[in-house]
């Protein structure tokens, strides 16, 4: 191990520990190894522009432009109450609504830190009016929100194509559908199991009128995950073109149907948006600045060696533990642009298929957002149930336990997740 790499280690430890936000630290410690090892520092700079020229980051800022639409256009009401009316007679069925909500509004906020604390304002009060306590609705929504990051579209997903090249982000979306379809019935099965047991109330029977009329009202929302998801799976258009179908037709909902949504409002959720945007690009460019260096220390050649003895089986598991770790410290775009660069192509080299390790690599970090006890979406959920961490924690066990049991379904038997991808011609 060289002087120079050793430097980069050390600093990038010692920032972290000092607590400088993660994009400064990969831009710092990267800039001290340039001129340690003697390369030009205008390398920072080639290097974070390559990182951040990419087609596919387009698509970011209007995903998370939809999302503040959704959110700011009352969308979510009508979604909570077209689940409401179909789900009500279940024990535990507002705990099954913030689930399935979370799904599909989740998905298009795409960020799981975001859903928690957007929809947490105001599903946990539902759920408290109930009468469930306050550690259960917190927990339900911090497991909830999981789904979001994981169910396509999603911005992590494509961070993380972008991040090691060489893999279809239509194909990893792809692949996502079946975990968190099942991550989603398996955490309703909690839920409604957990009332039962303490006697939560149910919602109320509704006739079938309402039902009627609480879905057409709802069939406008739930278009747009189908138009999404079919435009990209059906080749009508790229994830970027969906991205802006996405805008134009949340906007149409939000401003002419809903008319909940002002034109004051539009300058903020642009600031919203570009923030959000630019985290995701100065992280990109930041983390692969710092993948070169690594990759100019050949780090790779020295960690292939001893991998490449092990099985596949053993690689995975090593990565799920790595990662659900990573997940409870780092943020999970952060871990993405340090640690992606470095476990696919060891994947790869395995003979581990390019979706198969996405997948894996992004819910891995996704759970450890809600993994105890250092899960961030546990700290975002209970000051708005008022209730304490670890009471949260607690009560988040159950769900956290069956979403790790998908995980390390779609980990050791990949056909489970690579099915649909195989019938839609991304794996040849």
């Known amino acids: 191990m060289s002087i120079s790499l050793i430097v980069l280690i050390v600093c990038f430890l010692f920032l972290m520990v000092i607590g400088l936000p993660i994009a400064y630290n990969l831009l ?13 520092p205008v390398q920072l700079a080639i290097k974070m522009y390559a990182g951040m020229n990419s087609f596919n980051f387009l698509a970011v800022p209007f995903f998370v432009m939809t999302g503040q639409l ?55 009060p539902m759920m408290k009016k109930q009468g469930y306590s306050s550690e259960f609705s917190a927990a339900v929504m911090s497991s909830a929100s999981l789904l979001g990051p994981i ?29 968190a379809i ?12 957990t009332a039962v047991k303490r006697g939560y109330p149910a919602y109320g029977k509704t006739s079938w009128k309402e039902r009627g009329q609480a879905t057409l009202k709802a069939i406008p929302v739930l278009l747009l995950p189908v138009i999404i ?36 409002d539009i300058p903020q959720m642009i600031v919203e948006a570009a923030a959000t945007s630019g985290l995701v690009l100065l992280l990109s460019g930041a983390g692969t600045a710092m993948a070169w260096c690594i990759a ?14 092990l099985p596949s089986w053993a690689f995975l598991l090593l990565v799920n533990i790595l990662l659900l770790i990573c997940g409870m410290f780092m943020d999970d775009y952060a871990s993405t642009v340090i640690l992606a660069p470095i476990i696919a192509p060891i994947a790869w080299a395995l003979g581990i298929n390019p979706l198969h390790i996405g ?59 690579l099915w649909l991808p195989q019938r839609m011609g991304y794996l040849g």
């Open 28 to 40: 710092v410690s990267t800039f001290v190894y340039l001129l340690v090892a003697g390369i030009n």
């Open 70 to 124: 959704m959110l700011r256009g009352g969308l979510l009401d009508t979604l909570v109450k077209f689940v409401n009316v179909w789900f009500g007679n279940l024990k535990g069925a507002i705990a099954i609504v913030t689930i399935v909500a979370s799904l599909l509004m989740g998905s298009i906020v795409g960020l799981a830190v975001a859903a928690a604390a957007s929809l947490g304002v105001f599903l946990i």
């Open 151 to 179: 169910m396509p579209p999603s911005v992590l997903m494509i961070l993380y194509c972008s991040a090691v090249g060489s893999t279809s982000i239509s194909g990893l979306f792809m692949a996502a559908v079946t975990p």
């Open 182 to 193: 099942l991550i989603t019935l398996l955490q309703c099965l909690v839920a409604h199991r």
């Open 229 to 264: 998801l079919g435009g990209i799976f059906g080749g009508v258009f790229s994830i970027t073109e969906a991205s802006g179908v996405a805008v134009v037709y949340s906007a149409l909902l939000a401003f002419l149907v809903k008319r909940s949504v002002k034109l004051k």
């Open 296 to 309: 100019n220390e050949r780090v790779m050649n020295m960690l292939i060696g001893p991998f490449s003895a």
């Open 359 to 417: 997948l894996v690599f992004c819910v891995n970090l996704v759970i450890g957002l809600a993994t105890p006890p250092f899960g961030i979406t546990l700290f975002v959920t209970s000051p708005t149930a008022g209730c304490s961490v670890e009471g949260t924690a607690k009560e988040a066990l159950p769900f956290l336990a069956v979403t790790l049991g998908v995980l390390l379904l779609v980990t050791f038997v990949p056909d489970l997740a």
